[in-house]
T-cell receptor, first 114, second 111 residues
Framework: SQTIHQWPATLVQPVGSPLSLECTVEGTSNPNLYWYRQAAGRGLQLLFYSVGIGQISSEVPQNLSASRPQDRQFILSSKKLLLSDSGFYLC?????????????FGPGTRLTVT | EDKVVQSPLSLVVHEGDTVTLNCSYEVTNFRSLLWYKQEKKAPTFLFMLTSSGIEKKSGRLSSILDKKELFSILNITATQTGDSAVYLCAVLIQGAQKLVFGQGTRLTINP
């Protein structure tokens, strides 16, 4: 069965510091991968998605970036965090072979920028 | 711009009540609509609806899609305190392989 991991689970970082969040998927090959952010009391905002190694689509211009160095690894980064980057970051995957594209979410990282 | 709107944003009911959550959408190229339940952390998948008028059911939860009027409802009967969660509706855009989420409905079930 497929599992998705994210780490760290929680993170407190000062403004201006760098960020690296990691997501890995097990039990599937060539998944679509997604990064979402959820602000307190809000829905999910799609940040990036990837349909393959090195292929990244950005949905919202901001100071974040994403990379996919391996088939089942997705990384969210920032060189300098802003206060507005605080939120709950969720990674998700979907199968490319089923044709249905429902997405399954990781446990999330709660980021507080101080 | 693709948009998904859920209502109500918040709902408080007593255990045993039946609730109906609403989701309406305006998107350029609809493929399917998904419902998720989010308790403390990751959303968990409930239903995917692609065709109008066909009810999907899982235990006390059911959902139906109306592609003519561009909305879906999620029903929960005989609610229990464990149903307390944020319920998220999302639309899958044809060809884009991405979901557009609504803002969610926070459901609280009081004993």
């Amino acid at each position: 069965s497929q599992t998705i991991h994210q780490w760290p689970a929680t993170l407190v970082q000062p403004v201006g510091s760098p960020l690296s969040l990691e997501c890995t998927v097990e039990g599937t090959s060539n998944p679509n991968l997604y990064w979402y952010r959820q602000a307190a009391g809000r829905g999910l905002q799609l940040l990036f998605y990837s349909v393959g190694i090195g292929q990244i689509s950005s949905e919202v211009p901001q100071n974040l970036s994403a990379s996919r160095p391996q088939d089942r690894q997705f990384i969210l980064s920032s060189k300098k965090l802003l206060l507005s980057d605080s939120g709950f970051y969720l990674c998700a995957w979907s199968a490319t072979t089923s044709g249905t594209y429902e997405q399954y979410f990781g446990p999330g990282t709660r980021l507080t920028v101080t | 711009e693709d948009k998904v709107v859920q209502s109500p944003l918040s709902l408080v009911v007593h255990e045993g009540d039946t609730v109906t959550l609403n989701c309406s959408y305006e998107v350029t190229n609809f493929r399917s609509l998904l419902w998720y339940k989010q308790e403390k952390k990751a959303p968990t998948f409930l239903f995917m609806l692609t065709s109008s008028g066909i009810e999907k059911k899982s235990g006390r939860l059911s959902s139906i899609l109306d592609k003519k009027e561009l909305f879906s409802i999620l029903n929960i009967t005989a609610t229990q305190t464990g149903d307390s969660a944020v319920y998220l509706c999302a639309v899958l855009i044809q060809g884009a392989q991405k979901l557009v989420f609504g803002q969610g409905t926070r459901l609280t079930i009081n004993p």
